[in-house]
């Protein structure tokens, strides 16, 4: 088992067919992974779907760069945040209840959030879940800047999202 302080958490900011967040926490060795659509949100309470996508291993964390034309995914990756998270017990159990507990030590977000999954109706194709900031000294609240407006540029090379797809150093 890894300290439960060096487990990576990353966040992507994944210019696709449609613009998405991957958000990702390692657990067991991979990186689970939720597409967000709008991004994370800093204010409490405000719930953001992230719906569940494939694991991703520990390789792909710090990839920026250009997914081909043609390729799944394809378009530009930024790394838009990366630290590291602690779950609150065993994740791999709080992730089959559906519900899971945890803090984030990243370089953009931090402090307390939830991932709730949603119970998935009948005709589903996709496990639906909502991130969630909770209240603490690093949330925000609704009148306060979005921080994927002020802070957009890569953890990692400080490069916008179109300075990326443009291939630009
Ligand atoms: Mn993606």
């Given at each position: 088992?890894?300290?439960?302080?060096s487990l990576?958490?990353?966040?992507?900011?994944?210019?696709?067919?449609?613009?998405?967040?991957?958000?990702?926490l390692?657990?067991?060795?991979?990186?689970?992974?939720?597409?967000?659509?709008k991004?994370?949100?800093?204010?409490a309470?405000?719930?953001?779907?992230?719906?569940a996508?494939?694991?991703?291993?520990?390789?792909y964390?710090?990839?920026?760069?250009?997914?081909?034309?043609?390729?799944?995914?394809?378009?530009?990756?930024?790394?838009?945040?990366?630290?590291?998270?602690?779950?609150?017990?065993?994740?791999?159990?709080?992730?089959?209840a559906?519900?899971?507990?945890f803090?984030?030590h990243?370089v953009?977000?931090?402090?307390?959030?939830?991932?709730?999954?949603?119970?998935?109706?009948?005709?589903?194709?996709?496990?639906?879940?909502?991130?969630?900031?909770s209240?603490?000294?690093?949330?925000?609240g609704?009148?306060?800047?979005?921080?994927?407006?002020?802070?957009?540029?890569?953890?990692l090379t400080?490069?916008?999202?179109?300075?990326?797809?443009?291939?630009?150093?």
């Amino acid at each position: 088992m890894p300290d439960a302080a060096s487990l990576a958490y990353r966040v992507q900011k994944h210019a696709a067919r449609r613009l998405h967040y991957d958000f990702r926490l390692e657990v067991g060795g991979v990186l689970k992974s939720w597409a967000v659509t709008k991004g994370p949100s800093l204010v409490a309470g405000e719930r953001r779907l992230a719906v569940a996508v494939a694991d991703h291993g520990l390789d792909y964390a710090d990839f920026e760069g250009v997914i081909a034309p043609g390729r799944y995914g394809a378009g530009a990756v930024l790394l838009w945040d990366r630290g590291t998270w602690e779950p609150d017990g065993d994740p791999a159990a709080a992730l089959a209840a559906g519900s899971l507990a945890f803090t984030l030590h990243g370089v953009k977000l931090t402090g307390r959030w939830r991932l709730m999954r949603l119970k998935a109706g009948p005709r589903a194709r996709q496990t639906a879940w909502l991130l969630v900031k909770s209240r603490d000294g690093a949330a925000r609240g609704p009148g306060d800047p979005d921080i994927l407006d002020e802070l957009p540029r890569s953890v990692l090379t400080g490069r916008t999202v179109e300075q990326v797809a443009a291939g630009a150093a």
